[in-house]
Nanobody, 124 residues
Framework: QVQLVESGGGLVQAGGSLRLSCVAS????????MAWFRQAPGKEREFVCSFLWSRGSAYYADSVKGRFTISRDNTKNTVFLQMSSLKPEDTAVYYC?????????????????WGQGTQVTVSS
């Protein structure tokens, strides 16, 4: 059974940085697509970025392009989301997601596995 556990959220001032981590277990993740989504209160879950575990090629939402970077550490089965130049509108619960297809989808419905989420709050 795939398990995803996020950590690293917190409170940060606008312009600051945070790094989120997602520890993945239960499978070998080559061939998987991994992604980060976020959900603000009263809003739908929003795509942030996705990438192919085996190749590391990433795709970003326009709202975070140039500010966020997704990466992985194969030795620790961990996916990271480095967030810089944070804005108050980045405030949300951030979720890690995985699906055993190398298609790097951007719809939440296309992902099979989810973590519990980690809260990111950006103050102005």
């Amino acid at each position: 059974q795939v398990q995803l556990v996020e950590s690293g959220g917190g409170l940060v001032q606008a312009g600051g940085s945070l790094r989120l981590s997602c520890v993945a277990s239960g499978r070998t993740f080559s061939g998987y697509s991994m992604a980060w989504f976020r959900q603000a209160p009263g809003k739908e879950r929003e795509f942030v970025c996705s990438f192919l575990w085996s190749r590391g090629s990433a795709y970003y939402a326009d709202s975070v392009k140039g500010r966020f970077t997704i990466s992985r550490d194969n030795t620790k089965n961990t996916v990271f989301l480095q967030m810089s130049s944070l804005k108050p509108e980045d405030t949300a619960v951030y979720y890690c997601a995985a699906v055993p297809r190398p298609t790097r989808p951007i719809r939440a419905a296309d992902y099979d596995y989810w973590g519990q989420g980690t809260q990111v709050t950006v103050s102005s």
